[in-house]
């Protein structure tokens, strides 16, 4: 049977609607905005798997190109491994479904997005974390939903709810927000520079808007929810774990006082060591594994929240010791490193011409995009031997983080014409590397010579929450607090404002009263650590380095790409093949020369303005006389474009014949003197001759030659002209050779 909702979501209609596809899912709903459409599925599987301790939850996210009407690029023309968009999109509904299912839930759940149909207006992404949460509210699975998601701008100065995507080009914050009935459960935000006061008002704006989404919820549940499972219980020994903790409490204390992460983590190794060899045959190793880990999060969270003091002693809002460098590699573009007391990340910046931007087979509005951040995140940064392969899901979602919250200091593609490509390399890994990327990242792209508007900081807050309802709120969090603590806040940004946010929590949310706090405290933190980034380097260097690529941008007539392209691209090729630059051309007539050598670079802009420019009156060109005809020779003076240089404009004397003068092949120097209603270029030798001594009159020099020139050899010369016997004074009078003629006119 078939049950649909409809609800007004921002002067737009939501439809959620079930039982007409997928039927043999356990759940399925499709939801429609405008002429988006996802199709959701749910599948879990009713015996939980052994040995598993953690929740089995996996989230996909499958873009169809044909929902936007495009046919896939390669040479299979189909979909293949998921696209960068497509797995952030699997990671924003995977965060807020996450902590709402129970931790000890050990059966595998697997939800399935599928874009059916993109009008490229709505976003799908927000569709897919409505329909998972529509599918977990209709099953059997405990679930602590449902939850809304909406997206929100601030255009003109007005808060808008789901712009369309093309609006997001002029609005200065893009931000999601998914929140219950009370609380707000996950936040990512990119946004120019704004400040914490509009993002506290656009999150309430947007909790209040998904109340309406959560209602259409709560009616599908009733009309074709199924009863819950019960919550499983934990499988450890109550007793075995409360005797191990007691005997874990006399050890632990003194262990988590060490500030230095391997020391700390040595002497745990070593406690585990004794309590598996002294009491290892009473109790299973996952009990003794669980006395530990229940041990260290009570100490952790009691020790912050009754005497404010943090692992290693730390103050609730201090942040660990900071180091900054800029310079660090040779032969690179830019380079810096951020290290954040055990936290190290080394950032290289590479440039490169237009054509080196990213292609985008995706689903969204845009086909590419010039500014790229990868980050790596390899095995030795922790301490752990681990296999290297393509990046995963957290390296992808990490990497974005940290482009998103640089994008909004970038120069633009008109002041600065490079393709930019950013690496962050975790060299160690204590707790928010993501943040240490975007620190690190700024100060490379200033190492680099990008001409950055200003210089960006991230950090990462933190949550520890009692039963009384007492809480702290933790600035700069380390690998432990991170995963002992119930939040991970992260909050990007310059002196001016925020540029990048994305909050997670294992809470099932938190108060828009913690939020407030939050964004606050970060930035004070942000102001702390902006102000050790700029001891480094305060500025962008003047200059691109001189291994990088100078980009030279110039402008011709859209009309005249074709002659720079050429047949079949063989122009283009040929000049960079001769020049060895780098040449992108845009529709619009821009033209990016890029070349190490400036020589280089202006060799190719010439032969590209020999290509495309006009002939006017009045200019000189040194050409080739490509055609001899028996009224005057023609010469190509650009390439493509020939004039005439008739008989009479060959010299200051009268010329009998052109071969005596010019021959094919012959470069000669001339000057547009017309050109006719019909385009067609009229060229002169004589005028050059006039130019030459204009106030001479018949006293000038004469130079023309013997009148019975000898014939056998011809002119002499490339110029076309032999010698001559020189004369001075007044020009002797000749007599005329024959009848007088009229002067030859063109038709």
Partial sequence: MTHTFRGDIGGRELT????????????????????????????????????????PLTIDYEERLYAAGKIPGGFIRREGRPSEAAILACRQTDRPIRPLLPKTWHSEIQIVTTVLSADQENDPDILSVIGASACLAMSDVPFDGPVGAVNVGYI???????????????????????????????????????????????????HEANQEIIRLQEQLQQEGGRPKLPVPEKTADKAAVAELTRIVDEKLAGALQQGDKGVREQMMAALVAELTGTVGEAYAEKDIAAAIDERIRAEVRSGILE?????????????????????????THGSGMFTRGQTQVLTITTLGSSRKEQMLDGLGLEESKRFIHHY???????????????????EIGHGALAERALVPVLPTVEDFPYTIRLVSEVLSSSGSTSMASVCAGSLSLMDAGIPVKKAVAGVAMGLVTGEDGKYAVLTDIEGLEDFNGDMD?????????????QMDTKLQGISLEIVEKTLHQARDGRMFILDKMNAAISASRPD??????????????????????????????????????????????TVVIGSPDMEATQKAIAIIEGLTREVEVGDVYTGKVSRILDFGAMVEVLPGKEGLVHISELADYRVGKVEDIVKVGDEVMVKVISIDNLGRVNLSRKALFEKENPEAGNAREDTRPPRYPDRRSG????????????????????????????????S
């Fill in 376 to 394: 790596n995140f390899p095995g030795f940064s922790t301490g752990e031997v681990r296999r290297i392969g393509s990046p995963g899901r957290r």
């Fill in 489 to 501: 806040f992260k909050v990007a940004g310059t002196r001016d404002g925020i540029t990048a946010i």
């Fill in 307 to 331: 005497k404010g003091q943090r692992i290693g002693g730390r103050g609730l809002t201090e942040i660990r010791p900071i180091t900054c460098e800029v310079g660090l590699l040779p032969r």
């Fill in 715 to 746: 002119p002499g010369g490339s110029s076309g002209f032999g010698n001559r016997p020189r004369y001075s004074g007044d020009r002797p009078n000749r007599p005329r050779q024959g009848p007088s003629r009229p002067p030859f006119k063109r």
């Fill in 544 to 589: 691109v380095s001189r291994f990088a690529p100078r980009m030279t941008k110039i402008k011709i007539d859209p009309g005249k790409i074709g002659a720079v392209i050429g047949t079949g691209g063989k122009t283009i090729r040929s000049i960079i093949e001769e020049t060895k630059t780098t040449i992108d051309v845009s529709d619009d007539g």
């Fill in 156 to 206: 003109n100065g007005e808060l808008v709810l789901n712009p369309k995507m093309a609006q997001f080009d002029e609005s200065l914050l893009d931000l999601v927000v998914v929140s219950t009935r009370d609380k707000v459960i996950m936040v990512e935000a990119g946004a120019k520079e704004i400040s914490e006061d509009i993002v506290l008002q656009a999150v309430k704006f947007a």
């Fill in 16 to 55: 959620i609607e079930t039982g007409k596809l997928a039927q043999q899912a356990d759940a399925a709903v499709t939801v429609r905005y405008g002429d988006t459409v996802v199709l959701v599925t749910m599948c879990f599987n009713r015996v939980a798997r052994e040995g598993v301790d953690f929740l």
